[in-house]
């Protein structure tokens, strides 16, 4: 696809207003105390959804519920940036319902990762510019690293740096090469799950970016194949494969560890491929700007991923 001139919400002043909700799993009050506290100290204003700390057996209130915080806040004109709380299921359900008019009138900052990879990928069919990065959830215990939620004030700021680190590791697919593109992409489970809708992401030019959790071997192996029948991988500009974490397998071994998986699946794909990028479910969760142009540099073992048309 052509690099287009996508919707890049303003980035936060001093004073402005996020408001929390919650529009997949619940949440407590104690839960989202850290969040809050962390957004005063930024000399942001919080604010709740009306139904932030609704239940409805595992979601955050029931569908209509959810639907409601979230259409406000993305339609809200005096509103800067919607913080989701948290992940887990339920983001898909009130999807069809969304209207989007609101916020291409009045951009702002959708953030979350996981299961609100399907509104970020609603947001880019709409050219909207949104964060992959740590929940308001995430902030609670020792869930993210420091270094992630430092990048994660400062992107929301402006305050943007090219990405860059070394691993030692063996990549199980050698790809060097440098490529600019928009970034897309997040948790593979739900992109699968938006295959032949009308929210799959057009990969066509893109660099596309992929983690999960807790998944069985052959569920990543047969995702990746269904999106490569589907096309996804055809004429990708990039990969950056961030963190697959805690997946399973039977007692009879599949064979291959995650990794293995992902590069076996991509060996007719042809473009720079970053391994072990620090975003996804761990500690370590690097923000990620979907829907942005970046430049990825994959050489040996350093990546550097660049984030275009913004100033330092």
Known sequence: METLKRIRPNFLQKGAKVRLIAPARKVTSEEMLPAIQALKKQGWIPELGDNLYAS??????????????????????????????????????????????????????????????????????????????????????????????????????????????????????????????????????????????????DTRGCILFLEDLDEYLYHIDRMLRNLKAAGWLDHLAGLVVGSFSDLKDHTIPFGKNGLEIIAEIMETVNCPIAWYFPAGHEKKNYPLMIGETYTLEVKGHTVTLSPQNIKE
């Not at 860059?164 to 489970?189: F, V």
Request: include cysteine; charge should be positive; charged fraction near 15%.
């Open 56 to 201: 409805d057996h595992q979601f955050g209130g029931t569908d209509e519920q959810r639907l409601s915080d979230l259409q406000a806040a993305l339609d809200d004109p005096n509103l800067q940036a919607i913080w989701c709380a948290r992940g887990g299921y339920g983001a898909l359900r009130i999807l069809p319902n969304l209207k989007f008019e609101g916020i291409r009138q009045f951009p702002k900052w959708v953030i979350g990762f996981s299961d609100i990879t399907v509104i970020q990928s609603a947001l880019v069919k709409q050219d909207i510019i949104s964060l992959h990065g740590p929940m308001a959830f995430s902030l609670t215990g020792n869930r993210t690293d420091a270094t992630s939620i430092r990048l994660l004030w400062q992107t929301l700021k402006g305050n943007i740096s090219p990405i860059q680190y070394r691993h030692l590791l063996k990549p199980p697919l050698i790809r060097e090469g440098i490529a600019t593109a928009p970034l897309i992409g997040g948790n593979l489970s739900l992109l699968n799950q938006l295959s032949g809708t009308p929210w799959q992401p």
